[in-house]
DNA sequence: TCACGTCAAGCAGAT
DNA sequence: ATCTGCTTGACGTGA
């Protein structure tokens, strides 16, 4: 098991996701800012292996604009170099990365457009960490996508979509249950018509479910995952007690943890950990799992 | 230096 | 109808 936290590190002076409005696009502008994000992402992993973080979800914001019309500019040949770099040092500290395309990205939708330009922000991420030279255990999750009052059909569109799309990001995307539209069971039925695995959300499943039994529903998600995806990712958050139910915590809630590891004692999986504090948090996490039973879990 | 309105992109649920 | 949350708040103008 490997323990990590999502895109960004608040303890460290510089950003990995520094970006600019699409009005103030310069070519110098961009080029000055993707240098500076993939100096900071290098720092950022320098920091985790440090204190043993081992598991990093990569901001979507490293390279921006990148999937827009506006950037022309051959970034992938211009730091070229750079993001080897920062893949050998990932590599030889047997770190395992992920990234996770924001909202806008729907494979599903009505809209050519959308879909399109998707498909566009996808082949960003895969061109990141194929760039960086990662294995195909480095995965891109994506939610389903929307509802548009037709579920069944609003799902198959999903699975048509995404069997259209080239071999190299296929070994990429994962799918994530949502708590809201497309829950672990529907991600199972995705999974079976697109061998896709699934990113098992812990508070999303525990907020949209159908009953299952967790232990069940976990052993089945994982058995989606096959060795060259590497094994299953977790995504844990809990709920926020003072605020709106689905509001990530604050900070870890170590009692809530301690449960869903016990629930999960006898299966392997990497774990993220989607909590405002973040590294704070997954160093919590580490420390936790360090003086428990479940200590030789970690490595 | 700081406050705060706004920012590439879509959808769903809450108010 | 409008607001909020989501991957991640952060840019940038005006004072």
Same mark, same amino acid.
């Given at each position: 098991m490997k323990i990590g936290y999502p895109?960004? %590190?608040?303890?460290?002076?510089?950003?990995?996701?520094q970006t600019f409005r699409l009005a103030s696009y310069s070519q110098k502008r961009f080029l000055a800012t993707v240098n500076n994000n993939l100096d900071c992402l290098l720092e950022t992993l320098q920091y985790n292996r440090e204190k043993g973080i081992l598991f990093f979800r990569i901001t979507s914001?490293?390279?921006?604009?990148?999937?827009?019309?506006v950037c022309r500019v051959d970034w992938p040949v211009v730091f070229r170099d750079k993001f080897k770099a920062i893949g050998r040092f990932i590599k030889k500290e047997k770190m395992r990365t992920s990234m996770h395309p924001g909202h806008f990205t729907l494979l599903n939708s009505l809209r050519t457009t959308v879909w399109r330009r998707s498909i566009k922000e996808i082949e960003y991420h895969v061109d990141v960490l194929d760039l960086l030279g990662l294995?195909?255990?480095?995965k891109i999750q994506i939610h389903v996508g929307g509802?548009? %009052?037709d579920k069944e059909e609003s799902l198959k569109r999903f699975i048509e979509t995404y069997k259209k799309l080239s071999p190299k990001l296929k070994k990429r995307l994962v799918i994530e249950n949502d708590e809201?539209?497309?829950?672990a069971d529907d991600c199972l039925r995705i999974s079976k018509a697109t061998k896709m695995p699934i990113v098992f959300d812990v508070f999303h499943h525990q907020l949209y479910?159908?009953?299952?039994d967790l232990k069940e529903i976990i052993k089945e998600i994982f058995l989606t995952w096959r060795k060259k995806d590497g094994i299953p990712i977790v995504d844990y958050s809990s709920q926020d007690a003072n605020k709106k139910r689905g509001a990530h915590t604050e900070g870890i809630d170590l009692e809530n943890f301690n449960k869903f590891l016990e629930i999960t004692q006898d299966v392997d999986y990497d774990i993220m950990l989607e909590i405002k504090d973040k590294a704070k948090s997954a160093l919590e996490a580490l420390g936790f799992i360090g003086h428990s039973p479940l200590a030789s879990k970690l490595y």
């Amino acid at each position: 098991m490997k323990i990590g936290y999502p895109c960004l %590190n608040l303890t460290l002076p510089c950003q990995n996701s520094q970006t600019f409005r699409l009005a103030s696009y310069s070519q110098k502008r961009f080029l000055a800012t993707v240098n500076n994000n993939l100096d900071c992402l290098l720092e950022t992993l320098q920091y985790n292996r440090e204190k043993g973080i081992l598991f990093f979800r990569i901001t979507s914001g490293l390279v921006p604009f990148a999937s827009h019309p506006v950037c022309r500019v051959d970034w992938p040949v211009v730091f070229r170099d750079k993001f080897k770099a920062i893949g050998r040092f990932i590599k030889k500290e047997k770190m395992r990365t992920s990234m996770h395309p924001g909202h806008f990205t729907l494979l599903n939708s009505l809209r050519t457009t959308v879909w399109r330009r998707s498909i566009k922000e996808i082949e960003y991420h895969v061109d990141v960490l194929d760039l960086l030279g990662l294995d195909n255990s480095h995965k891109i999750q994506i939610h389903v996508g929307g509802v548009y %009052n037709d579920k069944e059909e609003s799902l198959k569109r999903f699975i048509e979509t995404y069997k259209k799309l080239s071999p190299k990001l296929k070994k990429r995307l994962v799918i994530e249950n949502d708590e809201n539209s497309y829950n672990a069971d529907d991600c199972l039925r995705i999974s079976k018509a697109t061998k896709m695995p699934i990113v098992f959300d812990v508070f999303h499943h525990q907020l949209y479910n159908q009953g299952e039994d967790l232990k069940e529903i976990i052993k089945e998600i994982f058995l989606t995952w096959r060795k060259k995806d590497g094994i299953p990712i977790v995504d844990y958050s809990s709920q926020d007690a003072n605020k709106k139910r689905g509001a990530h915590t604050e900070g870890i809630d170590l009692e809530n943890f301690n449960k869903f590891l016990e629930i999960t004692q006898d299966v392997d999986y990497d774990i993220m950990l989607e909590i405002k504090d973040k590294a704070k948090s997954a160093l919590e996490a580490l420390g936790f799992i360090g003086h428990s039973p479940l200590a030789s879990k970690l490595y």
